[in-house]
């Protein structure tokens, strides 16, 4: 059960006070600023509880942003000096909002801090605090770094499903996850920034149910994912749906993002990028289907279909969710 402090609604605040900032800066400082204050707002939130693992996590984490707030003040301070072009003020720039995003090679901070912290500090992690390093990598006005950018989209792809291959622990799993689907965010930013933002809006919609159904039960692991789940048809169902939803199965919901990234690069004439962003969904897939085959055999056992449970208005919308787009292909 998640414990907050009384101060932490006041945190809350601030870090939606700084996103909003960042959003409506029109120059690189205040976006620096604004940085620094989601910064100082998000490290209390994970040290609520004040456990010894959160600690370490908050710490971890504070040194990754810092690192990556230097070096976006170190372009921003490049950009002012005419005597630099902005190809190279840039670069600093792409890097500082690689790091705070967590997107590969700059990723190794991120399952280590997922490992540490809260389900509910887990799911800031993931939603909003993604939203102000993304969008500098999505509305940066330059075509130069969109080479490099597709490349770490591609590496992003094929880490996340790589890494979370080998993962029992859940939080680790989302975060591997997580980089994976920003891996297909950032490749297809660089054709279409509208694309990409309806592919960062659908992951939400996915990941949040997904984090407080897990949250609710305090599970941590795939063990005690199948152990509390056994006797539970709603939560069984809609665990499954959710997670096969998350890896991309089609025709699910998590499909639908993922298919309208693949159209649109292929109305660009991009052949070799989608399908090695298609290897690591891939791989992302199959790790999600050893977590929902279980629990979707269970389902089907005869002496657990006779159990008579009613489907909770909550469990119903977390399904729907799962599987709206099915009407989609229906047509």
Do not use: D
């Not at 990941?207 to 005690?224: A, D, G, Y």
């Amino acid at each position: 059960m998640t414990v907050f402090a009384p101060a932490t609604p006041l945190f809350i605040s601030t870090l939606i006070l700084s996103t909003l900032l960042s959003v409506s800066a029109s120059h690189w400082l205040l976006l620096w600023l604004s940085l620094e204050l989601n910064l100082l707002s998000f490290i209390p939130i994970i040290m609520s509880s004040k456990s010894l693992q959160e600690t370490e996590g908050a710490i971890k984490y504070f040194m990754a942003q810092a690192l990556g707030s230097a070096l976006i003040l170190l372009g921003a301070l490049m950009i002012l000096n005419p005597l630099i072009s902005s190809e190279i003020s840039t670069i600093p720039i792409i890097l500082g909002a690689m790091n705070k995003l967590g997107l590969a090679p700059c990723h190794f901070w991120f399952p280590n801090v997922m490992a540490s912290i809260s389900w509910f500090s887990c799911l800031i992690l993931t939603t909003w605090q993604k939203i102000i390093p993304l969008m500098i990598l999505i509305f940066l006005p330059l075509t130069q770094t969109v080479p490099f950018l597709m490349t770490m989209g591609v590496l992003s792809s094929l880490v996340g499903g790589i890494g979370g291959m080998n993962q029992t622990s859940l939080r680790p799993l989302l975060a591997y996850s997580s980089i994976g689907h920003l891996g297909w965010m950032i490749c297809t930013s660089s054709i279409s920034s509208s694309t990409a933002i309806i592919y960062f809006c659908s992951y939400i919609l996915i990941i949040i149910p997904i984090m407080l159904l897990l949250m609710s039960k305090n599970i941590s692991s795939n063990i005690q994912l199948f152990s509390t789940f056994k006797s539970k048809f709603s939560f069984q169902l809609s665990a499954a749906t959710l997670f096969m939803s998350l890896g991309g199965l089609p025709p699910l919901f998590g499909f639908f993002p993922k298919w309208m990234a693949i159209q649109s690069m292929a109305t660009s004439s991009m052949l070799f990028l989608p399908l090695m962003l298609i290897l690591g969904a891939l791989m992302n897939l199959y790790f999600y289907l050893n977590l929902s085959f279980p629990l979707m055999i269970n389902l089907l056992n005869p002496s657990f279909m006779k159990k008579k449970e009613k489907l909770s208005l909550a469990s119903a919308s977390i399904l729907l969710l799962g599987i709206s787009p099915i009407c989609l292909f229906l047509i």
